[in-house]
């Protein structure tokens, strides 16, 4: 008869809208809701339902950990334009926190663990590298326009965890100097903290 089959969320159980759902990895759909506790650089079309669930719970600890101890852990913050990033860094736990436009959508702070963050190798993937000096943790890349100019600059890194492998921080072109001291202070801390 032609009837579409109303779509829930798997967590929730609420009716889905078309436009606002995720889909994971075994055909199962999220609400705008849920994924908004989930993380916010998660790969969730590679986590099945029980994994959402359980990185939900994580999260909320997380959270529950950065809430208590985030008067005392370093602040770096940067302003741009409307956008606030902030960087916290706890040289005791090995562990950073980072509040930029990515994270303000979501519920939780996302917690990283320095140990966690794998030197960056797949730069070559894009087409301007304006960060070159040594090794790197964080690397920052900018997107191009059409005429060659820096559109977007991302600061990136790669993390260790199957699920969240790819942190990408976007700065508007006219930040780069934000965006270059936020990759420097990060690179800094890692580089101070990183147990090899
Ligand atoms: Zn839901």
Redesign the pocket.
């Known amino acids: 008869m032609g009837i579409l089959k109303k779509l829930n969320?798997?967590?929730?159980?609420?009716e889905?809208r078309v436009t606002r759902r995720t889909k994971l990895q075994n055909g199962e759909y999220?609400?705008?809701?849920?994924?908004r506790a989930t993380h916010p650089y998660a790969h969730l079309d590679r986590c099945n339902k029980e994994e959402v669930q359980s990185m939900i719970l994580q999260m909320q600890k997380d959270e529950k950990l950065f809430e208590d101890n985030k008067v005392s852990m370093e602040k770096v913050h940067f302003v741009c334009g409307i956008h606030k990033y902030t960087l916290y860094t706890d040289e005791y736990e090995k562990v950073f926190v980072i509040d930029t436009i990515e994270t303000e959508m979501f519920k939780y702070k996302p917690i990283f663990q320095v140990n966690q963050v794998k030197a960056y190798s797949h730069i070559n993937t894009e087409k301007m590298s304006v960060n070159d000096e040594g090794i790197r943790y964080v690397t920052i890349v900018a997107k191009l326009d059409d005429k060659g100019k820096p559109r977007i600059y991302y600061v990136k890194f790669l993390y260790d965890n199957p699920k969240i492998q790819k942190v990408k921080i976007r700065f508007e072109a006219t930040y780069v100097k934000e965006a270059r001291a936020f990759c420097k202070a990060l690179n800094t801390f890692i580089q101070k903290n990183k147990v090899e």
């Not at 969320?9 to 609420?14: A, F, I, S, T």
């Not at 999220?30 to 994924?35: A, P, S, V, Y």
């Open positions: 969320c798997c967590l929730c159980k609420k889905l999220i609400c705008d809701e849920c994924r």
